[in-house]
């Protein structure tokens, strides 16, 4: 299950992902893409109700973002490649398993998108 939505003041899309661990009730990832100038809303990603102007993770990290930025906050990614770098955590909360992925596309050093998931499961 998921919805998306155009944000025009930040030439972006956002999408809300829901997968099967999700039951379709929870928001468990979330992508979010810059676009081209050109790129416009689709029927599938409409524009959003309310224009958003200014969008981010808890941490401040989002499209635009210098890498050398994020690597501060972030540290040490677990693993990178030329045009992407993945953060990716599995462990315990508890009696509760969970895994998460911050997967960010670079392009002249800054995000282009961002895709991240996260699971709790026991």
Sequence with gaps: MWVCYTLPDIHA???????????????DGMVAKQLRP?????SLCPVAIRQITVVSIDNGIWLG??????KRILGTANKATASVIYYTYEGKDGEFDVDSV?????????????????????
Excluded: C, P
């Design 13 to 27: 899309r956002i999408w809300f992902t829901s997968s099967e661990l999700g039951g379709q009730k929870y928001i």
């Design 38 to 42: 050109t790129e416009a809303k689709t």
């Design 102 to 122: 911050l997967a960010l596309k670079i392009h002249k050093d800054r995000v282009t998108e961002l895709h991240a998931n996260h699971t709790t499961t026991n």
């Design 65 to 70: 973002k210098d890498i050398k930025k994020i």
